[in-house]
């Protein structure tokens, strides 16, 4: 399920040549800004993680035609712009002054962010309970009043405790405390998802040992305590001394390859903090960093340590274009939405209807696609210094199977269902693929029904569960007809299935979910 889009793949040779210099050299000579992708061993998961640009970002290997989106990434500054000017001098759409109250509309999809630091502030407090858990249970504070550290079950239920008394806070404020406009709600179940998919990576890595060590058997050391005794007792039976000296060898050996079996079991991240102010410090860091992943975030940044760091002009000038970006994006996104999808779907709410959005949710589609994995993943990089960028997005785009679309489509989601989910449920318990497969794409769906529920604060029609399932189905014939996955016919028709489910996205989620939301502020602009 693994894949690196074929620009970095086809430099191997560099890719390599750079990870033997920084294992080797301890300067800091090459920067990670370059187009080289360093490749970073994680000790819990097995996949590399990367230090490297965004995919965007990397030059296209010697003799591959540069592609229609990294044309327009290169060039973006000059596109949104040329976007804007024509929205501010089309005079059939009311040229500026309706381009100026698009943009004064949008305050009324976002509240003052300022309301909002008193309850975040609670809602990442709080997450600090699961950091200040897990330094009590290392440092073996547990085992005087509550349970042993090697006590997994108390371990996981003390952990189900504080996920929930987190998890039952946050869904309380976003679901009944208040109605937010439609932009905060989103950024709201957004939140909340991710400091839970945080929370229970950091328990799951810095707990990896604990939780997936076997029992160790004394076996071998009571054996080779016998022989020992019996070679002390027997010191006058030559021949008993010597098949005892064998077998206290054999044993001994023995000994030696269980003693090496463990030690690679004994997986810690918490040997270089050895305080709380060091562990919530570290933990702090990890909430504002753009992954999901807790080993990703520690290997990635103990690497990063050792390269050259980005120039601070050169951040300041990324900072500044991604924020110009997200500005023209917002705009031009709901521009569309205002100009030629609401109306549309607010009066033909048929087939015909459908086609007529099909183009525009398309682009609305890649706008907010870029928005999100590029601009805003890229800003929280700058801003924490996180440099595993390739981990945000890859050339789904040109993906041809369900498989490869899931896999190279949401990067940070996709890594983290797979690590956290489809993986822990193969080595905790044992469960089948299959069952895990299903499991992953049901645990997905139900996330995506709660930001859905978050902002329309109803439960509606799960069009994203479906959809995943689905998926999951697709990627079952995929592995039982390998012949049909190949074929040319299959791949365009997964193409044209993944441009036709964007429409079909807009279209069933207004159906089902907002058909009787209040759209009040779209209204007001399209009567101008």
């Given at each position: 399920m693994n894949s690196i889009g074929s620009s970095t793949s086809s430099s191997s040779s560099s890719i390599t040549s750079t990870i033997s210099k920084n294992e080797n050299s301890s300067n800091k000579s090459t920067p990670f800004y370059s187009d080289q992708v360093i490749f970073v061993d994680g000790k819990t998961y097995d996949r590399k993680f990367t230090i490297s640009k965004a995919f965007l970002d990397l030059d296209d290997p010697p003799g591959v035609k540069q592609s229609f989106h990294k044309f327009v990434h290169r060039n973006r500054i000059l596109i949104f712009s040329l976007i804007l000017l024509y929205f501010a001098v089309d005079g059939k759409n009311h040229g500026i002054n309706k381009l100026i109250h698009h943009a004064s509309v949008l305050k009324t999809i976002f509240v003052n962010p300022f309301e909002l630091i008193i309850d975040l502030t609670v809602m990442y407090t709080m997450s600090f309970l699961m950091a200040l858990f897990n330094f009590c249970y290392q440092n073996n504070y547990f085992s005087k009043w509550l349970f042993r550290k090697d006590n997994k079950f108390a371990l996981f239920s003390f952990y189900l405790i504080v996920q929930f008394i987190i998890g039952t806070w946050s869904a309380y404020f976003i679901l009944y405390r208040q109605i937010y406009p439609l932009?905060?709600?989103?950024?709201?179940?957004?939140?909340?998802?991710?400091?839970?998919?945080k929370?229970?990576?950091?328990?799951?890595?810095?707990?990896?040992?604990?939780?997936?060590?076997?029992?160790i058997n004394n076996k071998h050391i009571i054996i080779h305590k016998k022989t020992d005794g019996d070679n002390n007792n027997n010191n006058n039976n030559n021949n008993n001394n010597n098949n005892n000296s064998n077998k206290s060898k054999d044993d001994e050996q023995k000994i030696i390859e269980f003693n090496k079996e463990i030690a690679k079991r004994q997986i810690s991240y918490n040997e270089d903090f050895k305080t709380i102010r060091e562990v919530l410090k570290d933990y702090f860091i990890f909430l504002f960093t753009p992954t999901l992943i807790y080993d990703q975030y520690y290997e990635v940044r103990k690497v990063s340590k050792t390269l050259k760091p980005e120039p601070l002009k050169t951040r300041i000038i990324s900072i500044l274009k991604e924020l110009y970006s997200s500005m023209a994006i917002m705009m031009t996104a709901h521009y569309i939405n205002v100009e030629y999808i609401f109306p549309v779907l607010t009066k033909e709410l048929n087939i015909f209807g459908y086609l007529k959005i099909l183009i525009p949710a398309e682009l609305n589609f890649q706008l907010q696609y870029y928005l999100l994995y590029h601009c805003a993943l890229s800003l929280l990089a700058d801003i924490s210094g996180f440099n595993d960028r390739l981990s945000f997005y890859n050339d789904y785009w040109a993906a041809v199977t369900t498989k490869s679309i899931l896999t190279q489509w949401s990067k940070p989601v996709h890594n983290w269902l797979y690590r956290h989910m489809f993986s822990d449920m193969k080595s905790l318990f044992k469960i089948k693929t299959v069952i895990c497969l299903f499991t992953t794409m049901i645990f997905s769906g139900f996330f995506h029904e709660f930001i859905v529920t978050s902002i329309t604060k109803q439960v509606c029609m799960p069009w994203s569960t479906f959809s995943l399932i689905s998926c999951a189905l697709f990627i079952m014939v995929e592995n039982k007809l390998p012949k049909l996955t190949n074929s040319a016919y299959y791949h365009a028709f997964v193409r044209v299935l993944l441009v036709v489910g964007h429409g079909l996205f807009y279209f069933s989620y207004f159906y089902f979910c907002f058909s009787d939301y209040d759209i009040g502020y779209y209204r007001a602009c399209m009567k101008l």
């Open positions: 932009g905060t709600q989103f950024y709201l179940g957004l939140v909340a998802i991710v400091l839970s998919w929370q229970h990576s950091y328990f799951i890595v810095t707990n990896y040992e604990a939780l997936h060590k076997k029992k």
